[in-house]
């Protein structure tokens, strides 16, 4: 069977799209986020601003002139600025047209060559980004993570330059190995189990900012930089959050250890063959069980659980990348070629 070379160009095209279209939308999310930081330091300095009147006159501050109530100081989502609200809609709205255009360049990159397109590291990047951010866009549906654009849509862009820059690879056929129905059940799991795991990681990350930021505060040191964090939610509400994106990916994860071991099986007459793909993949299942293990068990939650997870993501990026790149064996397929 050839490979549709009409298709296979288009797929490129599509991909080079939705680049230039992420990269709108990244800057879109950037310009909100940096829009409150503003609101939050013009409230600081309001803050300033009232209490030195207070202290100079009869008035006590939080109240104006002639005694009028003055706005509270912590804006509410519907006291930012319009202009502002205008730009997460428009990254949000940059960011389906971008998500459209790289779901046209994964179909059509399968279709080139009539298969699942998954057949090497090129294929992979594609599609797991495309994943992340579908995963991203059906979760604003449940929660308001609007706030999460920058740092989700920024790795999904590296991740496709990479692609297109270091793993491209032409379309061709699967090597006989990956000719398996088993590769559409073992390969989509594992895209959505890691989409749940790179957003899980932007919170856990913004977690641990947030949390250094609130301890400052609470020892009378308030920090002077990152005034946006004003605006996004507690490390608390992140930790939540964060937790229960890992709680759901990690039942995914271990269906995607089982699958692969049932395709190990077929394919090469081993459930387990000490592959360093499968060791670093069971290496990814182990860490994130230790974390939501100490989660459960010994009541551990902050910044001690976000070290875990931390570690862990780590490990799940460098069976992404690095073992694809630095290590031979069953699995050396899905590397450069």
Same mark, same amino acid.
Request: hydrophobic share 55%; net charge positive; charged share 15%.
């Given at each position: 069977?050839?490979?549709?070379?009409?298709?296979?160009?288009?797929?490129?095209?599509?991909?080079?799209?939705?680049?230039?279209?992420?990269?709108?939308?990244?800057?879109?999310?950037?310009v909100?986020?940096?829009?409150?930081?503003?609101?939050?330091?013009?409230?600081?300095?309001?803050?300033?601003?009232?209490?030195?009147?207070?202290?100079?006159?009869?008035?006590?501050?939080?109240?104006?002139?002639?005694?009028?109530?003055?706005?509270?100081?912590?804006?509410?989502?519907?006291?930012?600025?319009?202009?502002?609200?205008?730009?997460?809609?428009?990254?949000?709205? @940059?960011?389906?047209? $971008?998500? %459209? +255009?790289? =779901?046209? !360049?994964?179909?059509?990159?399968? /279709?080139?060559?009539?298969?699942?397109p998954?057949?090497?590291?090129?294929?992979?990047?594609?599609?797991?980004?495309?994943?992340?951010?579908?995963?991203?866009?059906?979760?604003?549906?449940?929660?308001?993570?609007?706030?999460l654009?920058?740092?989700?849509?920024?790795?999904?862009?590296?991740?496709?330059?990479?692609?297109?820059?270091?793993?491209?690879?032409?379309a061709?056929?699967?090597?006989?190995?990956?000719?398996?129905?088993?590769?559409?059940?073992?390969?989509? @799991?594992?895209?959505? $189990?890691? %989409? +749940?795991? =790179?957003? !899980?990681?932007?919170?856990?990350? /913004?977690?641990?900012?947030?949390?250094?930021?609130?301890?400052?505060?609470a020892?009378?040191?308030?920090?002077?930089?990152?005034?946006?964090?004003?605006?996004?939610?507690?490390?608390?509400?992140?930790?939540?959050?964060?937790?229960?994106?890992?709680?759901?990916?990690?039942?995914?994860?271990?269906?995607?250890?089982?699958?692969?071991?049932?395709?190990?099986?077929?394919?090469?007459?081993?459930?387990?063959?000490?592959?360093?793909?499968?060791?670093?993949?069971?290496?990814?299942?182990?860490?994130?069980? %230790?974390?939501?293990?100490?989660?459960?068990?010994?009541g551990?939650d902050?910044?001690?659980?976000?070290?875990l997870?931390?570690?862990?993501?780590?490990?799940?990026?460098?069976?992404?990348?690095?073992?694809?790149?630095?290590?031979?064996?069953?699995?050396?397929?899905?590397?450069?070629?």
């Amino acid at each position: 069977m050839g490979v549709n070379e009409t298709l296979a160009h288009l797929s490129n095209n599509l991909i080079y799209s939705a680049m230039a279209a992420y990269a709108v939308a990244l800057i879109a999310f950037a310009v909100d986020l940096s829009g409150r930081g503003r609101v939050a330091n013009t409230a600081a300095a309001r803050d300033k601003e009232l209490t030195r009147v207070g202290a100079s006159g009869p008035e006590v501050s939080g109240a104006g002139a002639g005694g009028r109530e003055l706005p509270p100081t912590s804006f509410a989502a519907g006291d930012r600025p319009t202009e502002k609200r205008q730009t997460v809609a428009m990254a949000i709205m @940059v960011t389906w047209l $971008a998500f %459209a +255009l790289h =779901v046209g !360049g994964v179909v059509t990159r399968g /279709l080139s060559v009539d298969r699942a397109p998954w057949g090497n590291m090129y294929e992979f990047s594609i599609s797991g980004a495309m994943v992340v951010i579908g995963v991203y866009l059906i979760s604003l549906w449940r929660a308001d993570l609007r706030f999460l654009g920058t740092f989700v849509v920024g790795p999904v862009l590296l991740s496709l330059g990479l692609a297109v820059a270091v793993f491209y690879t032409d379309a061709a056929q699967l090597v006989p190995a990956l000719q398996s129905t088993w590769l559409v059940i073992h390969v989509s @799991v594992a895209f959505v $189990a890691s %989409a +749940l795991f =790179v957003i !899980g990681f932007s919170l856990t990350v /913004l977690q641990l900012v947030q949390d250094r930021r609130q301890a400052l505060a609470a020892a009378g040191r308030p920090p002077t930089r990152g005034a946006f964090m004003e605006k996004l939610p507690t490390a608390e509400v992140l930790d939540r959050t964060s937790y229960r994106l890992y709680a759901v990916a990690f039942p995914l994860w271990t269906f995607t250890l089982m699958a692969g071991a049932i395709w190990a099986e077929k394919a090469w007459g081993r459930y387990w063959n000490w592959d360093p793909k499968e060791i670093w993949s069971f290496i990814i299942w182990v860490a994130y069980a %230790a974390y939501l293990h100490a989660r459960a068990t010994r009541g551990w939650d902050g910044r001690r659980a976000a070290y875990l997870a931390c570690v862990a993501f780590l490990c799940l990026m460098f069976n992404w990348f690095g073992v694809n790149i630095f290590f031979s064996g069953l699995h050396s397929y899905a590397g450069i070629e």
